[in-house]
């Protein structure tokens, strides 16, 4: 089967790898095998969006109580606003610290880069983290979640940060505040109403334990925002 | 045997002829030939005037050059290090490289779920061939960075960034389908913007 892969003797092997994957799972109209997950033709199809797609995605995120979000993702979730809108925040995050550290006055300017793998860890253990949490939970209580939707739901709800970051670069604690819990209301807001539909599988009390968990969650990224990488900055 | 004034092979495919006869050459024409390579592949991707071919000089990639930039920039800025952060030396090198061969993994990974087809060593090889740019300014800003103003030290930045990304953005732009070519493109910037950023600060 051609996959245009360059032909090439340093390549042959990987083409082969690959090719002999895909003829394995050719019996099966789908990916199944125990390690489909870890072929690239098994998240494809996640990746079926073009830029506007993704723009109005994130334009659905602003006002949590419309529910245009799942209409826009229905049928056709993708993974690439989760992957790099989660990437954009690292780096704003990084960029937006140091420049409230900067001071003119000070000879030797000392800049934190350790915000980088902080960062890192705590945006992709929230967005791709909590919904496996999720799935598990639900599985558990006897309902199946699409975990697809769900990623790309959580991922998209991280676009609330963006503008959130950027504004953090102001130095007065009050409005950090008021941002910061306008950002938790925002998106805590977006993920339940969005996972309405899912929820009303549950009956009442195990609901809250899903909202319980979502809300956990948020409140922890929000917090940990707040006070490790924007916190008080001595004069 | 002496090969220093054999006409110098100008690409692969010539190189192929001589391989049978490397044991017999001293270490330093080895290391000189590879050198070349280096310097050759450094030119065909960064000055877009030489690339009459859509980059299938490419094919024959390598990940020697990509290594030696990165390690470049990794040590430039933790030489730096002590001075102007709060992290040790040791910190700023691992976040370099790992973000460096992450990034280009990731940034290729990316381009191949959307689609693109194409060798995934190959667009290793081209990312890192242009972090080239990002080294010469992270050498400028650690020499005379400490004399200029942070304003004056955004230009050398804007402009090695600019240099870096446009000479990847056209390779990668050309993999994927058209409606999904900024979905492709936006991560490469994002990466080069990661580094530009990060040899300014450091």
């Known amino acids: 089967m051609d996959f245009g892969i360059q032909n090439q003797t340093d390549e042959q092997q990987q083409a082969n790898k690959e090719s002999s994957n895909q003829n394995v799972n050719e019996g099966n109209k789908k990916q199944s095998g125990c390690c489909a ?10 990746f079926n969006v073009t830029e506007n797609d993704v723009i109005q995605r994130i334009q659905g995120t602003f006002l949590p109580l419309k529910p245009d979000f799942l209409n826009l993702i229905r049928g056709n979730p993708d993974l690439w606003g989760p992957i790099w809108i989660n990437a954009t925040l690292i780096f704003m995050i990084t960029a937006i610290a140091n420049l409230r550290q900067i001071d003119e006055e000070k000879e030797n300017q000392s800049f934190v880069i350790s915000y980088v793998p902080q960062a890192t860890a705590l945006l992709y253990i929230i967005a791709f983290g909590t919904p496996i949490v999720l799935a598990a939970v639900m599985k558990f209580l006897g309902v199946d979640l699409s975990f697809f939707q769900t990623i790309c739901l959580y991922g998209y709800s991280m676009s609330t940060l963006l503008p959130i970051t950027i504004l953090c670069y102001f130095q007065n604690e009050l409005f950090l505040w008021l941002i910061i819990v306008y950002g938790f209301a925002n998106s805590s807001l ?10 009303d599988k549950l009956q009442i009390q195990k609901k ?6 979502v809300v956990t969650m948020q409140l922890s990224l929000y917090l940990f925002y707040k006070l490790v990488f924007f916190s008080y900055v001595t004069e | 045997m002496d090969y220093t004034n054999q006409k110098q092979p100008q690409n692969y495919s010539q190189m192929e002829d001589l391989k049978t006869l490397d044991l017999e050459e001293s270490v330093s024409e080895t290391i000189m030939r590879d050198l070349r390579m280096i310097a050759y592949k450094l030119k065909y991707v960064l000055i877009p005037k030489e690339q009459e071919d859509n980059g299938k000089e490419l094919r024959n990639w390598d990940l020697w050059g990509p290594l030696i930039f990165c390690l470049a920039l990794a040590m430039t800025l933790s030489f730096k290090a002590d001075s102007t952060t709060s992290s040790s030396k040791s910190d700023v090198f691992a976040i370099i490289f790992v973000l460096i061969w992450v990034g280009a993994f990731v940034v290729t990974l990316n381009a191949q779920l959307l689609g693109g087809k194409v060798s995934f060593f190959q667009s290793v090889c081209l990312l890192g061939y242009c972090v080239f740019p990002i080294n010469i300014e992270a050498l400028i800003i650690a020499f005379i960075g400490s004399y200029l103003p942070f304003v004056v030290k955004l230009i050398p930045v804007i402009i090695c960034f600019a240099w870096s990304a446009y000479s990847s953005v056209g390779f990668m732009a050309s993999l994927v389908p058209p409606h999904k070519k900024k979905l492709a493109v936006y991560p490469v910037f994002l990466f080069y913007l990661f580094l530009s950023w990060f040899s300014l600060i450091v």
């Open chain 1, 208 to 213: 809250y334990i899903i909202i319980g968990i």
């Open chain 1, 37 to 46: 997950f870890l072929t690239v033709e098994f998240y494809t199809p996640y």
């Open chain 1, 190 to 199: 977006f993920l339940i109403v969005n996972l309405k539909e899912e929820l």
